[in-house]
């Protein structure tokens, strides 16, 4: 459906995107992650035809964009970063002028215009200024304005910026509606649980370089560890967790207030190992948990550094 | 073609629906056009204009001193009121009058004899106000004639005058300085100078009406202002209301772009340039919607000039539609060529303003362009708003016809090409800038 091949785009001295490479099938959502700056609106801009690379190739169904015209366009749908609406004009209006860049006129418009409206939760706003909206519903807008000419394709650049997680939630909804109408979603964020939750797979980018390309299964599999034990203990008093690294099984061991966090790389071979250890040490335990590590704990194993830091 | 009016239609509804700039944007060039219209000459273009204030001094107290200030008092375009000089110096000084004329002790009787002789001539002081130049040159023509006419007419017909006559006669026979045949011819001149007193007295004796003694005018004007046809007044609002309506148009284009500029930076202009669309279209649906808008704004400015001050299209309906179209484009041509060459938003507005207001004033839109140096207005031909104005003139209260329009429209149009030309060839389309 869309490949995307070794892009590299340069401002001057700046290399914004360097030999970035992925690819998405039909109906897969790809979330590409990484911190600001990283690169990853400059690879949608680029995908997008808004900006022309300094090489590489954008192919949507074996097909570049050739000229601003190029039919090709139709089949993606842009939900940009900043909020691209008329504060003006009312939600039916906003959408009736998007319609029509596409040609999209008449009961045609109406029709995909209620649909739209309908599956972002918005109907019965159709005729309220979009000046009148808060932020959440501006940005479900936002999303439907991009959904009017049908597309495959869809890129959405961090389209939960700024909202509160109610609506979030919301359009996490949609987006899981548009999954299900089989559109292919190309997902930019640096939210780690936003692509946790959607992406099948998930592009990490830093510097403007992919540093990992796979299943949220496949990054784990790259991590020294592959689940973490959380134990309550009784009581904290005088614990030192390093003293548990000297079982084969446990691969790192940290002490928060009173709950331990053991990693270990096969869950079912370090629970009794770990638990033995705690009865026969004398530290009891009321509450035991297995987590797996997010992808915050992948980007700090790839690139050394926090995702929030970087 | 969706596209494209739908383009249009969203930049006219985003227009109208701010319907409190739109009434600013109206009235504020109406009620400007209303005070520039008054001040140049109003409804009946015979608006009484304010008098040249001046005051004299008279240190003389002659016959010819009292005759002069008699004469300028007479003249309508001058307020002269009598003072001290000290008074004088103070009134001008704080801009209440032009000037002072100081009429010196005996300039009566020098000018009276240098009137024929050439020498010793009296002189008159004029203290003046440096920021009215036009004004003080006005007076000096004024003052030259009044001056001549009086001194004339006291040494041909005054009491006094004859008493210097018979000095300057006594003086001409007896300057060694002046050479015989002068003499003869100055002798002569001055003794038919004294027949022709002689002969007043006698005429008046028998009751006959002597002819004008002194020096006067020649001639007398007859004043007829040349408009569109015989009794129709110049309307000084026709002037105004079409500079008005020029200016807050250019205003209005520099919004375009400003817009334009500032959309650039927004997640609109990543949707409009990710949609299946033409920079032509995109340019030139900003192009049409902009020239409507600016024909909406003079329909407006016209529409109430005609109805409240009584402006109409006294010439060619059509040329005024056309010269009205053809700025309208070249204002939006104008606003693109703006967010073309525009780095910052702040920057741009800030040259954009000036280039603007430069527009304006060089053509004429605040006042009349005959008002600006000789080389000025050779220089104006080159400024696109010159040509509307002088167009907008031309189909209104000059009265001409269709012929007249064709250059202003076809100037207007070249530089909405210009100016087309520049936007398209400048205009960063990628939407990091």
Same mark, same amino acid.
């Given at each position: 459906m869309l490949e995307v091949n070794n892009l590299t785009k340069s401002y001057g001295k700046l290399v914004a995107v360097s030999g970035v490479t992925f690819r998405a099938d039909s109906g897969q959502t790809i $979330?590409?992650?990484?911190?600001?700056?990283?690169?990853?609106?400059?690879?949608?801009?680029?995908? &997008? %035809?808004?900006?022309?690379?300094?090489?590489? *190739?954008?192919?949507? *169904? %074996?097909?570049?964009?050739?000229?601003?015209?190029?039919?090709?366009?139709?089949?993606?749908?842009?939900?940009?970063?900043?909020?691209?609406?008329?504060?003006?004009?009312?939600?039916?209006?906003?959408?009736?002028?998007?319609? &029509?860049?596409?040609?999209?006129?008449? &009961?045609?418009?109406?029709?995909?215009?209620?649909?739209?409206?309908?599956?972002?939760g918005l109907s019965d706003r159709a005729s309220d200024r979009v000046k009148t909206f808060s932020g959440g519903m501006k940005r479900r807008l936002n999303l439907a304005a991009a959904l009017l000419h049908d597309p495959q394709i869809l890129l959405l650049d961090e389209p939960t910026v700024g909202v509160d997680p109610q609506s979030r939630n919301a359009i996490f909804d949609n987006l899981e509606s548009l999954k299900k109408l089989g559109k292919t979603l190309i997902y930019t964020t640096h939210y780690m649980e936003e692509a946790e939750r959607l992406c099948d797979r998930i592009v990490i980018i830093d510097h403007g370089k992919v540093i990992a390309d796979d299943t949220l299964q496949g990054l784990h599999k790259l991590l020294p560890i592959t689940n973490v034990i959380a134990v309550e203990l009784d009581t904290a008093d005088g614990f030192k967790p390093e003293q548990m690294l000297a079982l084969p099984e446990v691969k790192s061991a940290t002490l928060s207030q009173s709950t331990l966090r053991i990693g270990v790389h096969d869950l079912s071979r370090g629970v009794p190992s770990v638990l033995r250890w705690l009865s026969e040490?004398?530290?009891?335990?009321?509450? #035991?948990?297995?987590?797996?590590?997010?992808?915050?704990?992948?980007?700090?194993?790839?690139?050394?550094?926090?995702?929030?830091?970087? | 073609m969706i596209p494209f009016l739908a383009l249009v239609r969203k930049d006219l509804k985003l227009f109208f629906n701010d319907r409190k700039a739109v009434m600013v944007g109206m009235l504020v060039p109406i009620v400007l056009a209303a005070f520039f219209g008054y001040l140049f000459g109003g409804q009946g273009g015979n608006a009484e204009t304010s008098k040249v204030a001046v005051r004299v001094i008279d240190q003389d107290g002659s016959d010819i001193s009292r005759g002069l200030i008699t004469n300028l008092s007479d003249n309508k375009t001058l307020d002269i009121k009598p003072s001290a000089l000290d008074a004088a110096r103070e009134v001008v000084r704080k801009g209440?009058?032009?000037?002072?004329? #100081?009429?010196?002790?005996?300039?009566?009787?020098?000018? $009276?004899?240098?009137?024929?002789?050439?020498?010793?001539?009296?002189?008159?002081?004029?203290l003046y106000d440096p920021s009215r130049n036009v004004e003080l040159s006005m007076l000096k023509g004024m003052l030259e004639g009044a001056v001549m006419q009086t001194v004339s007419k006291e040494m041909f017909s005054g009491s006094n005058g004859r008493d210097l006559l018979n000095e300057s006669l006594s003086r001409v026979d007896s300057d060694s300085r002046i050479s015989a *045949?002068?003499?003869?011819?100055l002798h002569n001149l001055l003794g038919s100078v004294n027949e022709l007193n002689a002969q007043r007295d006698r005429d008046a004796a028998t009751g006959q009406i002597p002819v004008s003694a002194g020096l006067t005018m020649p001639y007398q004007t007859h004043e007829e202002a040349i408009t569109s046809g015989d009794n129709v007044a110049y309307n000084g609002y026709?002037?105004?209301? %079409?500079?008005?309506?020029?200016?807050?148009?250019?205003?209005?284009?520099?919004?375009?772009?400003i817009a334009l500029l500032m959309l650039r930076q927004t997640g609109l202009w990543q949707r409009l340039r990710a949609a299946p669309l033409s920079r032509t279209m995109l340019l030139g649906s900003r192009t049409v919607s902009a020239s409507l808008i600016a024909g909406f704004i003079?329909?407006?400015?016209?529409?109430?000039?005609?109805?409240?001050?009584?402006?109409?299209?006294?010439?060619?309906?059509? /040329?005024?539609? %056309?010269?009205?179209?053809?700025?309208?484009?070249?204002?939006?041509?104008? $606003?693109?060529?703006?967010?073309?060459?525009?780095e910052t938003v702040e920057a741009t507005r800030g040259y954009s303003i000036m280039a603007t207001l430069f527009m304006v004033m060089l053509g /004429?839109?605040?006042?009349p362009t005959f008002v600006f140096p000789a080389w000025l207005q050779k220089l104006t031909v080159v400024v696109p708003t010159r040509w509307a104005m002088d167009g907008l003139d031309s189909m209104t209260w000059r009265g001409l016809g269709f012929p007249s329009a064709l250059a202003p429209i076809g100037v207007l149009l070249f530089f909405t090409l210009l100016f087309g030309v520049v936007a398209v060839m400048r205009f960063r389309w990628s939407a990091d800038g």
């Open positions: $979330g590409l992650l990484g911190p600001n700056g990283a690169g990853k609106t400059t690879t949608v801009s680029i995908i &997008a %035809g808004l900006l022309s690379p300094d090489s590489g *190739e954008v192919l949507i *169904e %074996g097909k570049q964009v050739k000229s601003d015209t190029d039919p090709v366009k139709l089949k993606i749908g842009l939900v940009p970063q900043d909020m691209a609406l008329y504060d003006e004009l009312t939600a039916r209006d906003n959408l009736t002028f998007f319609a &029509a860049l596409y040609s999209i006129s008449g &009961a045609k418009a109406k029709q995909a215009i209620d649909a739209a409206l309908n599956l972002v040490n004398g530290h009891p335990y009321h509450h #035991i948990a297995s987590e797996q590590p997010d992808l915050e704990t992948v980007f700090l194993t790839l690139t050394g550094r926090s995702l929030r830091d970087a | 209440k009058a032009v000037a002072a004329i #100081i009429i010196p002790k005996d300039f009566g009787r020098d000018a $009276g004899r240098a009137l024929f002789t050439g020498q010793n001539k009296p002189q008159l002081t004029l *045949e002068d003499r003869k011819v026709a002037h105004s209301f %079409g500079g008005m309506g020029i200016q807050f148009i250019l205003f209005m284009g520099l919004d375009v772009g003079l329909f407006v400015l016209f529409t109430f000039a005609r109805v409240v001050f009584g402006v109409h299209i006294l010439g060619s309906f059509a /040329g005024f539609v %056309g010269i009205c179209a053809a700025f309208s484009l070249m204002t939006a041509a104008f $606003g693109l060529m703006v967010a073309a060459l525009g /004429g839109a605040w006042v």
